[in-house]
């Protein structure tokens, strides 16, 4: 069955400190691939997407992911983590040929000064 | 950019009462969502439509029902509100032009069922 794994329920770092989230998925072929993040009391918001091409895709505010087939990985990254990033976050995985998107069951980062 | 609204941010029901939760989008999508979320659970898919008048279940019906008479509206239904039913609704809407499953999601009513 297709699925998302988020690893890590809960992630603290400091201010300015660089971030690795991940994200494992299980298909069978590549699928789309999907982060949201969802800031307290608001609806998800697309940080970035991939498709196909270079496996290595820019999103929106600083962050960056990284498709590796051979470990069924799609970790989200940003080199130096502001306080306004605390958040959670949701991968998601979108089968080719489905409507549905399957969402992992997020990671709350929270952020020190 | 594409606008996904809700029409309430905070609702409170009481047992057995009928609830409807409203969702319009402006983009003309084809595509509408709703899914629940629970802290641990993720987004979990209750129903979705891919046309007016056309649904289909999603991976927790049980409990809902779903309307969508015009494109951009999408209502969920909790026929007779249950304690079980206190969570986040977020409705999502996509397009298929673009072909990129990207969905698009509104702010979210967070229902208590008291």
């Known amino acids: 069955a297709q699925s998302v794994t988020q690893p890590d329920i809960h992630i603290t770092v400091s201010e300015g400190a660089s971030l690795e989230l991940r994200c494992n998925y299980s298909y069978g072929a590549t699928p789309y691939l999907f982060w949201y993040v969802q800031s307290p009391g608001q609806g998800l918001q697309l940080l970035l997407k991939y498709f196909s091409g270079d496996t290595l895709v820019q999103g929106i505010k600083g962050f960056e992911a990284e498709f590796k087939r051979s470990q069924s990985s799609f970790n989200l990254r940003k080199p130096s983590v502001h306080w306004s990033d605390a958040a959670e976050y949701f991968c998601?995985?979108?089968?080719?040929?489905?409507?549905?998107?399957?969402f992992g069951t997020g990671t709350r980062l929270q952020v020190f000064p | 950019d594409v606008k996904v609204t809700q029409s309430s941010r905070y609702l409170v029901k009481r047992t057995g009462e009928k609830v409807f939760l409203e969702c319009v989008q402006d983009?003309?999508?084809?595509?509408m969502f709703w899914y629940r979320q629970d802290p641990g659970l993720g987004l979990r898919l209750i129903y979705f439509?891919?046309?007016?008048?056309?649904?289909e279940k999603g991976d927790i019906p049980e409990g809902y029902s779903v309307s969508r008479e015009k494109k951009e509206r999408f209502s969920l239904i909790l026929e007779s509100a249950s304690t079980n039913q206190t969570s986040m609704y977020l409705c999502?809407?996509?397009?298929?032009?673009?072909?990129?499953?990207?969905?698009?999601f509104g702010p979210g009513t967070r229902l208590t069922v008291t």
């Open positions: 983009m003309d999508h084809e595509n």
């Open positions: 999502a809407s996509r397009g298929t032009i673009s072909y990129s499953y990207e969905q698009y």
């Open positions: 439509s891919y046309d007016v008048k056309m649904k």
């Open positions: 998601a995985v979108g089968p080719v040929n489905t409507d549905k998107l399957i």
